[in-house]
């Protein structure tokens, strides 16, 4: 069953010019953040939003949630819009977090105001969602500035859950933290999981995050999906070259005495974007065909999607 379909979504922003802009002749500058993106997330499962800084993935993400409104096409969660079902989850965890607000005000305040609990009920249920998260509820009365940044993740995930979302967009969860506390978060994401039936939008730009968490993978590069498919088949069969490229910056152990070679130039910069097939840069099977015209998502087996003309 589909809890969130986004069907043909694209995001612009536009740069307003001033008043001396204008009479100079300048054009208002635009961004294509995302661009007629379309995929599904089905209930109780984890779908692994990929890509590198710039590609769009965390503008999706504000989409999915309610933050942005879509410039064209719809996100439709359960059929409607995101609502209280549709919860989002930070990269920088002391940024979202409010430096004035004690912790119980900061996971209590939304389900009070949203009749989800009672005020002489309060107290308890946020000890609960604090303990659930591996916080103690001792600690309720500290401000964030005295957590370190593991306790703080932990306390974004508690207010997340605090209005009991069905979905759950984590946009570069574990990112700002250490390995081994990156770890605690990911197991913490995996039992909450199974414990309330989650399902999650996890976006990363780090492949080996997600092949730890994802049952299926959707690959962005700069604004447009390149590549979709259950993760063990990205894994094993990547066809795009753009997530060919993603997965061999992935450490393993089996080549840990290989030369590690980045990606062949920087991402192009979306004021500005290639013509034909946006990777065709930095591609380095690019022909004609790929910088005249964009290749479409085709179908190269079973549930597995790629936009490459190499797919004829």
Do not use: W
Not at 108 to 137: F, N, S, T, W
Not at 178 to 206: C, G, K, P, W
Not at 297 to 312: D, R, T, W, Y
């Amino acid at each position: 069953m589909k809890i969130l379909e986004l069907e043909h979504v694209s995001k612009r922003f536009v740069k307003t010019l001033d008043f001396a802009e204008r009479i100079a002749g300048y054009r208002p500058e635009i961004v294509q953040a995302v661009e007629d993106v379309s995929f599904a997330v089905n209930e109780g499962e984890v779908v692994g939003l990929v890509g590198e800084s710039g590609c769009g993935k965390s503008t999706l993400g504000r989409m999915v949630a309610g933050i942005l409104e879509p410039s064209a096409g719809a996100v439709l969660y359960r059929g409607g819009k995101p609502g209280l079902g549709v919860q989002m989850i930070f990269q920088d965890p002391f940024a979202s977090l409010n430096p004035r607000m004690r912790v119980a005000d900061i996971v209590g305040e939304a389900p009070l105001v949203h009749g989800i609990v009672k005020r002489e009920e309060l107290a308890g249920y946020v000890d609960g969602l604090l303990a659930r998260c591996g916080l103690d509820p001792g600690y309720k009365r500290r401000y964030p500035h005295q957590f370190s940044g593991g306790q703080r993740s932990r306390i974004g995930i508690a207010r997340a859950l605090a209005v009991k979302p069905d979905l759950l967009v984590c946009d570069e969860a574990v990112a700002a933290l250490d390995v081994s506390i990156q770890a605690q978060i990911l197991n913490l994401f995996m039992e909450l999981r199974r414990a309330l039936r989650l399902t999650y939008l996890f976006i990363s730009h780090d492949l080996g995050v997600v092949e730890h968490l994802s049952d299926r993978v959707v690959i962005m590069y700069l604004g447009r999906v390149v590549e979709s498919a259950l993760a063990e088949e990205i894994f094993k069969r990547a066809n795009h070259p753009y997530t060919q490229a993603l997965l061999r910056q992935v450490p393993r152990l089996e080549t840990r005495k290989t030369k590690f070679e980045p990606i062949v130039g920087e991402i192009p910069s979306p004021l500005a974007p290639p013509t034909g097939c946006h990777f065709h840069p930095r591609c380095p099977h690019a022909m004609p065909r790929c910088r005249e015209e964009a290749p479409r998502l085709k179908e190269i087996a079973s549930g597995h999607v790629a936009a490459c003309h190499l797919n004829g």
